[in-house]
Structure formats: structure tokens, C-alpha cells
């Protein structure tokens, strides 16, 4: 596994939980947040395989909370993990792209507006415009994550897009970008990118990650921002019926 998707790993593991209740099983780091949210999942930190009893223990936290068993693992661990997850019933139920950017290497300083804000539910419901009805329940939840920093873009002074960074082990995570939808194609996600780098940076992170639905629009703009593409961030899940059946 590259350095840098081995410190991507340890820092997704270690941020997860934040606010939520967490749990440890050998690699696997597993959250619970509240009833149907999908940050109650699990993160393989890639230090180690995991076994079949760290496997079955996070099951029984899943059950316990009445969630889906869900496992988020990057590329590199995956084939170790195969047979246990097939043995077990899971099913792969998403693939992202996992980049990272090297912030020795920073782009030029954001030309919109941006603004960090320091109000989360007002910072949630716009976000929620950007990503869709029923989304606003899980912005809040994220946008009250211990340790997030919360910005926004402006365009002729009124919003135009909302971004979140935190920070983890020399890792800066951004996440939560969106554009409001009658203000897209005005670079609103570029400029957030931009300066959440520079804040990163600033804040004494020597790596920036960031996950993207391949193909996306999203995609190409953090690839114009000088990010690389390292691993794939891979979901399996097991259902709740499956989970009561052993």
C-alpha cells in the first residue's frame, strides 16, 4: 500500500465516530450516529487484515444499532478482504475514486469569495439545496461533526456553494461540496477547493484527500485542482435480514 493511501486509510479510521457512538475491531473502526444516517458505517484502517472475528464483531455492533452492516475499505486491502466479505454476504454497493494532493503544491488563491461559517443548520440547509431533497437531515448531522470547518462561496454576494474541511493526522479531508443549483458554472467548487487547500495547508496538513463519483463534474474539477487519483474507496454491505440470521 502507497504511503499515501496507508495515511489516508489511518485518518479516515481515525476521524470515524466523531460525535457518534464508536466501536474498534481489530482494523475496523465502526460509528453510529442515529437511525438511517449513512455515516453509521465502518472504516478499514489498512494497518492489518482483518478476521473473521473482527469481522463478526462489528456485525453484532451493526445489529445491535439495527443498521446495515456497511464497510468502507480502499483498494489496496481489498483483496485481502474478498472472501471473508463474500463468505459472509456482502455485496459491494459503491465505488468512489480517492484522491490526494501534496500541500507543497498548492493552486493560485480562490478569486470568489469565500467565507468560513460559523453556523451549522444555516450552513446545512444550504448545502441540502445543492445535493437534493432529503439530504438536509444528513448535512446537519455532518455539519455538527466535532472538528469541522465550514465554508461557503459568494457570488455577487449571495451564496453559491457550501464545502466542509476537517482534520486528521496531517490529513485534511474535504467533503460536503455542493453548488446550489441556480448558481452552478460560476466556480464555486473551485474556488472552495482552492481554499480549503490553503487553509489545510495553513493549518499545518501536508495532505489534502478527497472522494469523487467517477466521471462526475465534481471529478474533473478536483482533478483541475492539482489532486491525484490514488485508490479506489470501495462500500460492501450486509443487510439488516442477513445480520439477524448470523
Not at 6 to 12: C, D, I, K, S
Not at 36 to 65: C, I, K, R, V
Not at 185 to 200: F, N, P, V
Request: proline fraction near 7%; aromatic fraction near 6%; charge should be neutral.
Amino acid at each position: 500500500m502507497k504511503d499515501a493511501i496507508r495515511q489516508l486509510a489511518r485518518a479516515e479510521a481515525a476521524a470515524h465516530g466523531r460525535g457518534g457512538t464508536r466501536a474498534e475491531f481489530g482494523p475496523l473502526v465502526a460509528a453510529h450516529h442515529g437511525p438511517g444516517l449513512p455515516l453509521n458505517s465502518a472504516w478499514h484502517d489498512g494497518s492489518a487484515p482483518m478476521t473473521a472475528q473482527d469481522l463478526l464483531a462489528f456485525e453484532a455492533f451493526s445489529a445491535a444499532h439495527d443498521m446495515p452492516a456497511t464497510l468502507h475499505l480502499l483498494s489496496p486491502a481489498v483483496n485481502g478482504a474478498l472472501p471473508l466479505l463474500t463468505a459472509r454476504g456482502y455485496a459491494l454497493t459503491s465505488v468512489l475514486h480517492a484522491y490526494t494532493h501534496d500541500l507543497r503544491d498548492l493552486p493560485p488563491a480562490p478569486t470568489l469569495d469565500v467565507r468560513r461559517s460559523g453556523d451549522p443548520d444555516a450552513w446545512a440547509a444550504l448545502s441540502a439545496q445543492g445535493f437534493g431533497p432529503g439530504s438536509e437531515v444528513i448535512m446537519r448531522a455532518v455539519a455538527h461533526l466535532p472538528g469541522t470547518q465550514l465554508y461557503q462561496a459568494h457570488v455577487g454576494g449571495q451564496p453559491a456553494g457550501t464545502a466542509a474541511l476537517s482534520l486528521t493526522g496531517g490529513v485534511a479531508a474535504l467533503f460536503g461540496t455542493s453548488a446550489l443549483p441556480d448558481r452552478r458554472g460560476l466556480g464555486a467548487q473551485t474556488a472552495l477547493l482552492a481554499a480549503r487547500l490553503h487553509a489545510a495547508h495553513a493549518q499545518g496538513a501536508d495532505m489534502a484527500s478527497v472522494f469523487a463519483t467517477p466521471g462526475s463534474a465534481s471529478e474533473r474539477n478536483i482533478r483541475r485542482a492539482g489532486f491525484e487519483l490514488g485508490a479506489l474507496r470501495l462500500t460492501f454491505t450486509r443487510g439488516p435480514s442477513q445480520l439477524r440470521g448470523g
